[in-house]
């Protein structure tokens, strides 16, 4: 997405533009509306725009909508979207209702592709192409929605690329989601993940609104960390606590721990007792996760007694975890598994 296309703006990026067409203030907020809040198809659906300010948007503001280029729906109920967007890019985004349907959570993608190369992650595969415009990541939300019926409770994201990468285009569709006059989605509901890009845990920090963060842990043994996640080598783990310490001493925030299992690699008693050391001193969550089937990977999950004993001792050292259900398998749709596939024929 270019930066002249119209869905890329905010409110107040819109407020100028309508301003320099000589336009009344309160056109910016019926425009907002229309592409945040309705997700209009096109121009000629804001039928509260005069004419000659949707013909004068139309020669000079392209309205290049995304898609749902194919839609894969697991045994689960979560449904995987191949979105493309006008200039032929494709990314990944999965919609995962709650078993109570009681909530939706849209897992959205922030590059096409990613440059850091975790060993038991597919996006990785083919390496990066680009980074999203807010915009992109915004409708990625809104297609969902559309497509579900109903509206979207929760967004993490933990889709394709590495947020903190992206950091300008990721903040601002955070605020274009939680702003009531778009999509209204509150600030505690959505969650950043990252590998561990300390300067961006260091920017999210100086954010007023109370979006969450999580961390892509994986190890709390250096050499491991390494060999999982080569590309973040070069940050050691504490001065990742450091920032998370001193993000939390800024925010008061909890901060989730993401911590794939895979048998024989990390899940040992040793990897289990420093894992416990690292949380000491934080306010934390630890997600512990199956490892999933990834193509050319010879990675297997922990097996059901290493969680549970994990997950005992976690407790025990004061450590609320959880075990997470990985949903979307069946579809290549579930942790580590996205890599714009198409269903088989």
Known sequence: MTSNVIQNLS???LQGLVADLGQPKFRAKQLYQWLYKHHAADYDAMTNLPTALRESLAETWPYR???IEETQVS???TRKYLVAFSDGVVVETVAIPSDDEKRLTVCVSTQAGCAMGCVFCATGLAG????L????IVEQVLLAQADCGRRVSNVVFMGQGEPFLNFDSVLK???ILNDPDAVGIGARAMT????GIISGIEALANVPEQFGLAVSLHAADQKIRDSLMPKVRHQKLTDLKTALAAYQKKTNRRVTLEYIMIHEVNDSPEDLAELVAFTRGLLCHVNLIPVNAVPDSAFQPSPKDTFARWEKTLREAGVETTVRESRGQDIAGACGQ???TRAAR
């Open 11 to 13: 409110f107040a990026e």
């Open 65 to 67: 909508a995304a898609r």
């Open 75 to 77: 045994a689960d109920g």
């Open 128 to 131: 990066l192409a680009r980074n």
């Open 133 to 136: 415009a807010a915009g992109e």
């Open 173 to 175: 569709a955070l605020r």
């Open 192 to 195: 950043v993940s990252t590998c």
């Open 338 to 340: 996205l890599k714009n």
